[in-house]
């Protein structure tokens, strides 16, 4: 009999759920997939019920459920912080009463009528350890250092550990409340993005700009031995029941961005008053500053990894583990030859991480193949898909396998698409599953998906997908980062011959986070990209998420066809279905 076990992430942001068997992933979906709540932190009942749907097994059939963190020890951190400031925290202590005494401290219990499981089949796993196991178990690497950097855990926010064969030991870690990640989620605040959300703006605001601030932001974080420190006096998420920055920092940076603002940096002023120009610049500046700091984190802490723990491989997890220029610079300056990062690597791959935890480090059992590709998520019947273009009128015809080659045809056509095929990715990057394509060549192409397809700002960059064998000709990419180029999760030099070839995908300061797609894991995809190549000369096609502004990537044909309808998408592709708009 098969050994099934479920992991579980959740209750702050991106929760998931993951199915293995065996120690094998079946199945691996964010709950936002199903209920259509961007960053969905609610318990995934309806992701988990998914997994075991294709499994095709029932909860009986698991044999553990892993939570990817210890409540208790959070909600000890939780007290122990706020009595240390108080009396500053007095109105965030009443907040995280309610919370923790009315629903979190009694997790094992709601897990158990949520999932249906017996509370001796529930066990809990600590967050970086979570991290550490998602980086570490599904790589091809059997000896390795693993950083773990995000805004918090229980009470570690970077943690450093090394990982043989099925066994993760703990080397070093910084503790709450100096963390890499709220700091970055301070400034992202201060710059009018969401926390949580608006950290991929901020990395593409910073191109804009200069890091012209660096004398007042290292006041904020220091760099020592082989971690961090914050000036806590600017910050205030260790007592403020919302606000991540105290008054200080505004003194300090300026007064902050209101959501919504304009943003028209000297490098596109299309027609803005200099006061508005002036006012973007400062904050391009100050997301440039951030950015340089948290890059030069990264290499820092990475070099203290190589020094403590002398392996050749690094395995990377955390949500800074996203930011994909500062995996860039580790890559291509740091000390290790291989890089690994799995597609998933925030708080829903903690799911993963529990899971491989329990199965190898609990259960004893050996390593398997290492995670090769992240279409691990929710697909639709090809008959299911047709019942419902017929329910809805649409006009489309059945393309068979020459999908993929009709696809290629219509992006050299000038066609922007939609991409829908097989199972959705892992993770928050459209990987070839879960995306809109469109030709990379003229930069019009990019302006005109950001206004009437994606609605979202026109400073943000879109990323360029290419076959493996053509990656050299058009992209400078170091050999460590090979791996995470796969899952786009590593943003650099896009050559100078290149750059007036790929207009519509070359950032404002020369770089893309380039997707290297291989043909053994991405068959399809592989195919479109081909025969745009084919057509055109060009192996290459711009990828972006297929979801339009605040809301999850699609999951379902349901969601595909609502997408269409709302955007100015000029064709649809369901699996092998071509849609055309209605008339």
Known sequence: M???????????????????????????VQEERFSRLKHDPALPVRAARWCLARAGITIADVAWLVFYEKPLRKFDRILSTSVATFPKSWAAFPRHMRAWLGDKLWLRGNLCEAFGVRPDRVLFCEHHLSHAASAFFPSPHRDAAILCVDGVGEWATTSLWRGRDTAIEPVAEVRFPHSLGLYYSAITAHLGFAVNEGEFKVMGMAAYGQPRFRAEMDRLLKLDDGGFSLDLDYFAWHWHPSQAASPKLEQLLGPPRYPGTPFTPRATPEGAGEAEIAASQRYADLAATAQQQIEEAMLHLARHAKAKVGTEALCVAGGVALNSVANHRVAAEGPFANLWIQPAAGDAGGALGAALWAWH??????????????DLGRDTPLDRTRELLDDLGARYEDVGDDAPERAGDDLAAG?????????????????????????????????????????REPFRPFAPSVVAEHADEYFDIPAASREPARFMLSTGPVRESARATLGATTHVDGTARVQVVDAGTSPRYHRVIS????????????????????????SSPVDAMASFVRSGLDLLYIDNFRVERPR
């Open 361 to 374: 480090s609990v259960l004893g059992n050996p390593r398997g193949p290492a995670l090769e590709r992240a």
């Open 531 to 554: 025969r745009f190549g084919a057509e055109t000369g060009v192996p290459v096609v711009l990828n972006t998420s297929f979801n339009l502004k605040g809301e999850p990537v699609v």
């Open 415 to 455: 066609k922007v698409i939609g991409w829908m095929d097989g199972r959705c990715e892992w993770g928050p990057r459209a990987l070839g599953h879960r995306s809109i394509l469109a030709d990379p060549r003229r930069p019009e192409t990019r302006d005109a998906v950001n206004v009437r397809v994606k609605y």
């Open 2 to 28: 098969p050994t099934y076990i479920l992991g579980i992430s959740a209750l702050y942001h991106d929760s998931a759920a993951v199915l293995l068997r065996d120690g094998e992933v079946v199945a691996a």
